[in-house]
């Protein structure tokens, strides 16, 4: 990976494992990923990483579908989940693909360099 490329995905990931919203499993293979930059492994972990932000990234629909649901509504409250569904609407509507709370936003950014 060119180091200008290389850079950015550092610093990304950095912000990545702070933002609140970042599962632990994510946290978990992106601080793998950043020790093994620049060691013989970085070519494997950067596979592995690249396979965890795309399973972890949420598609806006399974989003709005989670948040409505019963399970939703138990998991963040119901007026959360309402406020979450009707965001979340409102953003497919002007074309998102994906969730853009601070997590899903950089796993967006990250996939797009590194994939």
Same mark, same amino acid.
């Given at each position: 990976?060119?180091?200008?490329?290389?850079?950015? $995905?550092?610093?990304?990931?950095?912000? /990545?494992?702070?933002?609140?919203?970042?599962?632990? &499993? !994510? %946290? *978990? #293979? =992106?601080? =793998?990923?950043?020790?093994?930059?620049?060691? $013989?492994?970085?070519?494997?972990?950067?596979?592995?990483? /690249?396979?965890? !932000? %795309? *399973?972890?990234?949420?598609?806006? &629909?399974?989003?709005?579908?989670? =948040?409505?649901?019963?399970?939703? %509504?138990?998991?963040?409250? *119901?007026?959360?989940?309402?406020?979450? #569904? *009707?965001?979340?609407?409102?953003?497919?509507?002007?074309? =998102? $693909?994906?969730?853009?709370?601070?997590?899903?936003?950089? $796993?967006?950014? !990250?996939?797009?360099? !590194?994939?």
């Amino acid at each position: 990976m060119e180091k200008e490329l290389l850079n950015q $995905v550092i610093e990304k990931t950095k912000k /990545l494992i702070e933002a609140p919203t970042c599962c632990a &499993d !994510l %946290k *978990e #293979v =992106a601080s =793998a990923w950043l020790h093994a930059v620049g060691t $013989v492994d970085e070519e494997r972990q950067t596979a592995l990483f /690249l396979q965890e !932000l %795309k *399973e972890d990234i949420m598609p806006i &629909d399974q989003l709005i579908g989670f =948040a409505g649901s019963e399970n939703g %509504k138990k998991y963040f409250g *119901e007026e959360k989940a309402l406020q979450i #569904v *009707e965001h979340s609407n409102a953003i497919k509507q002007q074309g =998102a $693909v994906y969730c853009d709370c601070p997590a899903c936003t950089i $796993v967006e950014e !990250l996939i797009n360099l !590194l994939g």
